[in-house]
């Protein structure tokens, strides 16, 4: 029994690892050829795009060596009816962008004067009252000045009267005490 269930054991093992094989390859073989096909594909769409630029660079190689001498031929003929009529435009053009530049020259020119005219006038006020606060300053200290004059010279003429009299009765009532501190001192020092 045991060599019988080997045998069996080993024979169905060996129909498992074919089968496993068998289906390696054809899942390997699948994605092969998918992948194979698809190559194929990309380089018939790379081969047919590179023979449609190819074709067309010729093809335009061709009418550009056609189409250069009907082009030349359309532009001298189109310069010489247009020629009289672009002097005209260009005459015209120069005509009205030479008027429409004086006229905004002069708009500029007048808007500069008046911003030049406030400007000015602005600046004199300012000026003017300036000056006229300096003015008022210095007549301000000035008028003070000679008002401190007058004044120091009226109160030296009423105080000189006053400081001679102080004095006079400053003196008179100090003689009396004067000659009191005489006798005084002269009693002490002589003693």
Known sequence: QKQYRGYTARKNAA???????LLQKCHRGYFARK?????NSSALTLQKYYRGYTARRNVSGI???????QKQYRGYDARRDVSPMRSSA?????????????????VIVSSLLLLQK???GYFARKN?????????TLQKYYRGYTAR?????IYSSALLPQKQYRGYDARRDVSPMR????LLQKQYRGY
Do not use: E
């Open 15 to 21: 129909v498992i690892v074919s089968s496993l094989l």
């Open 35 to 39: 992948n194979v096909a698809s190559m």
């Open 63 to 69: 009418y550009s060596s056609a189409l250069l001498p």
């Open 90 to 106: 260009l005459l015209l053009q120069k005509q009205y962008r030479g008027y429409t530049a004086r006229k905004n020259a002069a």
């Open 118 to 120: 406030c400007h000015r």
């Open 128 to 136: 003017v009252a300036s000056m006229n606060s300096s003015a008022l």
């Open 149 to 153: 004059r007058n004044v120091s010279g």
């Open 179 to 182: 000659s009191s501190a005489l």
